[in-house]
């Protein structure tokens, strides 16, 4: 990829206030790509999480959503945590409430709460054991099999975990209005045009669209088995930052993104290069969680991260 002077310069800029500021830089797979250029890590959230939790940096400068950046500051309290675009939420994180989260566990009894990481810091507080993509099976399983679980909020992803883990879970309205857009005819339309191609998809699709798929995981599990697999064409079924990673790691294969029009994550796209330089300027937009959430908040990310 060919990257022109100004992008060169702010990236120079960047690397010279990271070191001022002892800053390390996560960004999720679905970032643009001259930002996953610039970061230390790029990653699934769970690998940004470990990355959150273990860094030995003063200051975390997180490129993605806000729950990420918010998982960051429960991980490590006392890093300062950098969201270089304080809008840049996830709606499906908002697809839930803490208190909609109270009023149902009443109705159901004494569920176990398994919760998505993509949720707020009070929603982690309210729920038992967080999970992520790359983990909600395990972690499903991982819960006695005489306990009801609640999974909080994506439906889609609670259905692909009940389906592989054989269990039954009570499933929250929520889903990622992204993955969520791709239809069964989006599928055809994709395997018409591309015959040879094998179907990977992200499990937050719906789930006569994951039926379809060859291979369904998380970001970094289709990052890993587009490598190994012998395939050389893929139809890649998640948000098209991911296609960065996907062409520079297999410059041999071809990758076509699903749905062009639709896998597109608007909040995510709001980080660009100046407002990363700004944030490591300025040391703002600063994410915090209060000391009372957090605590009951890093119980629910612990236990996930404790699941072997
Ligand atoms: P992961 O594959 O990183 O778990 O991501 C899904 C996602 O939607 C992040 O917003
Ligand atoms: Fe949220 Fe979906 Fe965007 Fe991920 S892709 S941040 S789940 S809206």
Redesign the pocket.
Known sequence: MHWDENVHKIWEDIRSLKKKRNAVILAHY?QKPEIQEIADYVGDSLELARKAAGTSADVIVFCG?HFMAESAAILSPDKTVLLPVKESG????DMVTVEALKARKKELTNPVVVTYV?SSAEVKAESDICCTSANAVKIVKSIPEDKDILFVP?KNLGHYAAKQAKRELVLWEGY????DEVKVEDVIRAKEEHPQAELIVHP?CRPEVVDMADFVSSTSGLLRYAKESNAKEFIVGT?EGILHQLKKQNPGKKFYILEKEKLV?R??KYTILPKLKEALENMNPQVTVPAEVRERALKCLQRMLDVK
């Open positions: 679905y959503v996830c709606a499906m994180a993509n994506d990622c209005p992204v993955h937050e948000e994550c909040d995510m």
